[in-house]
T-cell receptor, first 112, second 116 residues
Framework: GDSVTQMEGPVTLSEEAFLTINCTYTATGYPSLFWYVQYPGEGLQLLLKATKADDKGSNKGFEATYRKETTSFHLEKGSVQVSDSAVYFCALSAQGAQKLVFGQGTRLTINP | DAGVIQSPRHEVTEMGQEVTLRCKPISGHNSLFWYRQTMMRGLELLIYFNNNVPIDDSGMPEDRFSAKMPNASFSTLKIQPSEPRDSAVYFC??????????????FGPGTRLTVL
């Protein structure tokens, strides 16, 4: 079945550091890919998405590119802030499907 | 818009008791999803509805779990009887299912359930 694998956390960085959180997926066809963010005590929020190969999703300084050849959707940010501390989830929905399949989540902590 | 509303935010109960979690989706949305989040299993989809009809309940753990959506603005997830292993955060999410290939799911704040 479809699955998503994220790099294990927790990840701890200093403010203004470069961030990469790896995400790879297994799915047939052309799924849509997402990054969701969960701040402490809150529900998940959509951070960015890409619906076809080579698309780049971006939001709030975060970017991720849909790489069909490597089945990857890595999340990057050039300069992180303390306010980016949260849990980040990579997810996919199969082509034409509504269900989201989530990775296990990566906890990110940014120190000032 | 108030977003997806869940109640209660926290629930502590004893093993064997019935638990009912409630969700009000965003007005105008026609799809509703129930998820469970635990440290061990991560985020799992339990069931989802389209236009108040259950479409896929393959994630419901066992017969102790049931979900209903009597109208477009309300859904419940019931656990009877509850067990300690049901302790988790339960999220409700809603979306509008239309002609687009993808429709963003909006999550509620979750209900943290503790079964003693």
């Amino acid at each position: 079945g479809d699955s998503v694998t994220q790099m294990e956390g927790p990840v701890t960085l200093s403010e203004e550091a470069f961030l990469t959180i790896n995400c790879t997926y297994t799915a047939t066809g052309y799924p849509s890919l997402f990054w969701y963010v969960q701040y402490p005590g809150e529900g998940l929020q959509l951070l960015l998405k890409a619906t076809k190969a080579d698309d780049k999703g971006s939001n709030k300084g975060f970017e991720a590119t849909y790489r069909k050849e490597t089945t990857s959707f890595h999340l990057e940010k050039g300069s992180v802030q303390v306010s980016d501390s949260a849990v980040y989830f990579c997810a996919l929905s199969a082509q034409g499907a509504q269900k989201l399949v989530f990775g296990q989540g990566t906890r990110l902590t940014i120190n000032p | 818009d108030a977003g997806v509303i869940q109640s209660p935010r926290h629930e502590v109960t004893e093993m064997g008791q019935e638990v009912t979690l409630r969700c009000k989706p965003i007005s105008g949305h026609n799809s509703l999803f129930w998820y469970r989040q635990t440290m061990m299993r991560g985020l799992e989809l339990l069931i989802y509805f389209n236009n108040n009809v259950p479409i896929d309940d393959s994630g419901m753990p066992e017969d102790r779990f049931s979900a209903k959506m009597p109208n477009a603005s309300f859904s419940t997830l019931k656990i009877q009887p509850s067990e300690p292993r049901d302790s988790a955060v339960y999220f409700c999410a809603s979306s509008y299912r239309g002609g687009a290939t993808y429709n963003e799911q909006f999550f509620g704040p979750g209900t943290r359930l503790t079964v003693l």
